[in-house]
């Protein structure tokens, strides 16, 4: 497993933190009984007796301390089931990764875990010899007081992301910088500026097939760390299989062109290529204005019936393709330092982005006319200041949801108000 494959599953797992924290604690521990034994000693009659403390009064305060702890870490996790459980029934199955793989929360826990560890080991190196000691009893206080703050924040951040509209805030953020950081999107040059040559060789040539080797979905495509590749070997390789795609073993992710194919070792491609059970953030944009979809589709149902929560969804929506709108430029063709063609892939189109942000929303929403109007208003977002080619799309999807209901169906005042959100997306998309 490569680093960043290595990275992506550390990031957003639950334990990680938790487990480097208690290993930071034992290094404390081990660091301030070292000093209590060698130095404090020494300085018994130097240092007020204010400061100084038995072994007997330490261990008074570590047994309390390791219950109170404990006590705080099990609220703490009965507070993060319960926002499970929240966000599984009522928002979606696929936001349940946001809060697992959030870094306060983890922190949290790494901080309890930490105090904990901290206490219990020194309540057992105690030795009952009657010797002053001050660093740990006076570390343990620090840590307590820490533990004790922390937990109240913990509460409030549970209280906060537990309500709809700052996990939809959330989201959108972190969408829209996936949108600012996306390599397809920033990086490489269009493919029709390279040497025409090349294409012709490329399109004669078969090239090495490489194949996945387990089932899953595509997670991370490291495009640097494939150009690498590429240049060691002095050869090209086109991406196959996109992020967020499904694969089987022996679905095709790769072709390469080498002039030694004999050199080259197909498993650096399959091991750079994270596969894993479910979509994540990292690069799949798609992924992420998913999860405003089903979180809009759960509130629109009937066993809900919250159409505002849904509208807020379009609304983040409509911010988000604007944004990718802006910056849609796509780059097909990854380049070496000398210039040299090494990594070949194919974005997504703009109107992909667009057609599976709301077609679920216009289809479960046709018979309401707010939702209507929510992705007609959506759309007037992504158009707004767009070039051509986006309002294109843009009106092509508009045309879709305008053809796909009968507006003769609803009552005058609510055909008057889609009309009337219409003609304002037929006036902006006017080419």
């Known amino acids: 497993m490569n680093l960043s494959k290595a990275s992506i599953n550390l990031r957003n797992s639950f334990w990680f933190l938790p487990v480097v924290y208690g290993l930071i604690s034992l290094v404390v521990v081990a660091l301030s009984t070292w000093v209590d034994l060698l130095y404090v000693s020494q300085l018994e009659g130097q240092l007020p007796k204010l400061f100084l403390s038995t072994e007997k009064v330490a261990q008074s305060l570590y047994g309390p301390l390791v219950t109170a702890i404990l006590t705080m870490t099990t609220i703490s996790f009965s507070s993060i089931m319960v926002v499970l459980t929240t966000y599984s029934s009522q928002f979606s199955p696929r936001v349940l990764q946001d809060f697992i793989s959030d870094r306060f929360t983890q922190h949290v826990l790494g901080i309890f875990v930490a105090g904990f560890v901290f206490a219990l080991v020194n309540l057992l190196l105690l030795t009952g010899k009657d010797s002053r000691i001050i660093v740990s009893p006076l570390l343990t206080v620090i840590l307590a007081i820490t533990c004790l703050l922390f937990f109240v924040l913990f509460i409030h951040h549970s209280a906060a ?139 629109i149902s009937p066993s809900i019936n919250d159409p505002h929560t849904a509208i807020n969804c379009t609304n983040r929506i409509g911010t988000i393709l604007s944004k990718i709108g802006h910056t849609y430029q796509p780059k097909e063709a990854f380049f070496d330092d000398k210039r040299n063609l090494r990594v070949l892939t194919e974005p997504k189109p703009f109107f992909q982005y667009l057609y599976k942000s709301f077609y679920q929303i216009r289809h479960y929403g046709q018979d309401d006319v707010a939702m209507l109007n929510g992705i007609l208003d959506a759309l007037i977002l992504t158009a707004d200041g767009q070039n051509e080619a986006i309002k294109r799309d843009v009106q092509k999807f508009h045309s879709y949801v305008i053809n796909s209901i009968d507006l003769n169906g609803f009552p005058d005042l609510d055909r008057e108000l889609l009309q009337h959100t219409s003609d304002e997306l037929n006036r902006i998309c006017k080419l």
């Open 161 to 299: 992301f537990v309500q709809v509209n700052n996990l939809i805030e959330k989201i959108a953020r972190k969408s829209l910088s996936l949108v600012e950081n996306k390599s397809e999107l920033h990086e490489g040059e269009p493919f029709e500026k390279w040497d025409s040559w090349e294409i012709s060789e490329l399109k004669e040539d078969e090239g090495l097939p490489i194949y996945s080797k387990k089932m899953g979905y595509i997670q991370f495509i490291p495009y640097k760390k494939l150009i690498q590749i590429a240049t060691q070997s002095e050869s090209v390789i086109r991406i196959d299989a996109d992020v967020g795609r499904y694969v089987n073993p022996g679905t095709r992710l790769a072709t390469v062109w080498s002039a030694d194919l004999s050199s080259f070792s197909e498993s650096n491609v399959i091991n750079s290529i994270a596969i894993g059970t479910e979509r994540i953030n990292e690069q799949d944009l798609e992924f992420s204005i998913q999860k405003l979809v089903e979180i809009a589709l759960r509130a």
